[in-house]
């Protein structure tokens, strides 16, 4: 099975950016979808992008879109989020997932459709 480290969170005033990378491990990243998400305190997981295996299509949540931009690299089995602007609320911590069973735009956002997890990586955003 694949494992998954995130790395490249840490603390940015707000409209700064930051750049996150999700490395497998075990297996190769091509064959898995991949999906950010993220978790506040205090609040749920919420999704914010994915990407498809080839790359060839991404999904955002609305509140990101147009600020950040999901890609992968599959020669070096790894997957980004390019965050720009960045806000207070974009403070949490964020999680890459990957998948082999993704259909439609709804499973892309949905965390219980994602079957391995990384550690997680801190981003805080401060005004």
């Known amino acids: 099975q694949v494992q998954l480290v995130e790395s490249g969170g840490g603390l940015v005033q707000a409209g700064g950016s930051l750049r996150l990378s999700c490395a497998a491990s075990?297996?190769?990243?091509?064959?898995?979808?991949v999906g950010w998400f993220r978790q506040a305190p205090d609040k749920g997981r919420e999704f914010v992008a994915a990407i498809t295996r080839s790359g060839g299509a991404t999904y955002y949540a609305d509140s990101v879109t147009l600020r950040f931009t999901i890609s992968r690299d599959n020669a070096k089995n790894t997957v980004y989020l390019q965050m720009i602007s960045l806000k207070r609320e974009d403070t949490a911590i964020y999680y890459c997932?990957?998948?082999?069973?993704?259909?439609?735009?709804?499973?892309?956002?949905?965390?219980?459709?994602?079957?391995?997890w990384g550690q997680g990586t801190q981003v805080t955003v401060s005004s």
């Open positions: 075990g297996r190769t990243l091509s064959g898995y979808s």
């Open positions: 997932a990957a998948a082999t069973n993704l259909m439609t735009k709804w499973d892309y956002g949905s965390s219980s459709k994602y079957g391995y």
